[in-house]
């Protein structure tokens, strides 16, 4: 049963601090995408890769966020240094393209609380 | 204007009925998809059904089908035989290609639903 996982599940921490998460997508899968979810906004798109390159991060504020995917199974969110708004539930997906009728397979989420 | 429109913040449906879930979207993009995700209490988001803009019928996964209305602009989730393990929160989402050709998928607010026993 193939599926996105991502690490940690829960990280506490303070303002200031960095914070990585990791997600693994799913074997074969060569596009991985980066949601926030947050009870204001809802789910938002921060960035996602084809094939390891960056497609899109416009949706991620460059001067905290970075991304990256070191290499196909392994994809990475930094966010240095954090702040309490950065404080959500942080999804990876995973799927076999970019087009639109490509479904994405989320992670199981890492929940972020920055004091 | 919201890419996808999910008016009904709550539902409430007995167990065994049925219940349909709106959607609406915006797009002139004449390929797009549109998907159905659920979200238990767990937070997972758990991918349920997919349709697809050139698609003639409507989809169905089990339980879950999509009523697509391409003039309508509507794609509504309905779930026959309705479970305890179905209260969860449903997003409808959008998957278009922008002019840039980048793929986004724009979500919509949400319907909590919850079953009754």
């Known amino acids: 049963d193939a599926r996105v996982t991502q690490t940690p599940r829960h990280k506490v921490t303070e303002m200031g601090q960095e914070v990585t998460m990791r997600c693994q997508p799913i074997l074969g899968h060569n596009t991985v995408f980066w949601y926030r979810q947050t009870m204001m906004q809802g789910l938002e798109l921060l960035a996602y890769f084809r094939n390891r390159a960056p497609l899109d991060d416009s949706g991620m504020p460059k001067d905290r966020f970075s991304a990256e995917m070191p290499d196909a199974t392994l994809a990475t969110l930094k966010i240095q240094p954090s702040e309490p708004r950065d404080s959500a539930v942080y999804f990876c997906?995973?799927?076999?393209?970019?087009?639109?009728?490509?479904?994405?397979?989320f992670g199981p989420g890492t929940r972020l609380t920055v004091l | 204007a919201q890419k996808i429109t999910q008016t009904q913040p709550g539902m409430f449906v007995q167990e065994k009925e049925a219940v349909t879930l709106d959607c609406t979207y915006d797009t002139s993009d004449p390929s797009y998809g549109l998907f159905w995700y659920k979200q238990p209490s767990s937070g997972e988001m758990i991918f349920l059904i997919y349709?697809?803009?050139?698609?003639?019928q409507n989809a169905t996964e089990g339980r879950y089908s999509l009523n697509f209305q391409k003039a309508r602009k509507s794609a509504n989730l309905v779930i026959s035989a309705s479970q305890l393990g179905d209260s969860a929160m449903y997003f409808c989402a959008m998957r278009e290609t922008d002019q840039t050709g980048a793929n986004n998928l724009f979500f919509g607010t949400g319907t909590r639903l919850t079953v009754i026993p």
């Open positions: 997906a995973s799927g076999e393209g970019v087009t639109s009728t490509d479904t994405q397979y």
């Open positions: 349709q697809g803009s050139y698609d003639q």
